[in-house]
């Protein structure tokens, strides 16, 4: 039997009316949002979400983020609270994930057995539509296999979930921003939690809520410039090439590494070997080092150095607090994890 490979739908009215169908029969469908592209199912039937788990390869234990279309539709899936609300009112749509009390409608699958429910209302015009003309809350995590790094595009959807029960895409064009949303867990509103840094800024967060968001425990580089301990971080996002994490990439640094080995530094050095000559193993994620210029090219950068021949790759860390940089430090960090 063929293997299938998903197909890739402009977001054309006719498409998205087709595909919100598609997902009211309970299919699975990826789609664009500002953050990264989602696979979706029907979040109230269990037996679409089950395929989610099973395309990505997602261990039952991890559970999904629900999507509406608007704020107003919290109460149909969770149990909100005033602070919840205002920050619902003031990020959505928008790169910020709630996590709440979940009702009973919401099966065990999506959340995991957890209590709570995680949710989201995305900011991409193609998902909003999506979920209105579905008429349904749509659960979806990034559309990557499992561990692998989160897709930017249709076509890193597409290529990545080959041979599995994924036969649709929407096409909304590059993310916006690149990296996931925030995740804040708001259960207790009296003592809100970061559960991952992402997309909204901490401070943006912290100035809306009055006050101040512990934030990830800071892991530090050995002295070897190599990647953390073993079981510091769970490994995510990861390429399959070895990636090693440097607090400061240099020409210096540089012409220590070997030729067989890729060098990405956090903005374009200057005096360097542009990356399409031949041999040029010296890449950079911005111009000047701006925090959502680095974001929005990291993870296909990373993906298309995977498709490299490279032995290793070398990528600089991005310093600071404000921000994409925790996001960038984090999903970095992860994918340099030994597991
Ligand atoms: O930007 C995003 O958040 C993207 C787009 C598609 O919306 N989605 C995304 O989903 O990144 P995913 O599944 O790759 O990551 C969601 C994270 C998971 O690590 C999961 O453990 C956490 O959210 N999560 C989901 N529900 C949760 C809950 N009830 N309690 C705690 N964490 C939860
Ligand atoms: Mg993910």
Redesign the pocket.
Known sequence: MPVSRPRIFRPTEANVTRLANALRRGAIVGVP?E????LAADALNAAACAKIFEAKGRPST????V?LADAGDVEGVAVSNPGAMRLARQFWPG?L?L?LPKRAVVSDLV?AG?A???V?V?AHPVFQELIRRTGRPLA???ANRFGYI?PTTAFHVRDGLVGTTLRAVIDGGECAIGV??T?I?LTDPDSPRL??P??LALEELEKAMGCAIPRPRRVRLGPAEAAPAPGMLSKHYSPRTPLFLHERLSSKVTLNIPGNEAVVYLRRPSGSAAPWVPGARVFWLSEGGDAAEIAHQLFGLLRKLDLGEWRALHVELPHGGEGLVPAIRDRLFRAAAKR
């Open positions: 949002s953050t990264v592209y989602g991890d559970p999904l983020i999507h790169p994930t996590v959340t957890n709570t429910v995680a989201r995305p979806a995590p990034s989160s996931e949303s995740i867990d559960l991952r992402g997309g």
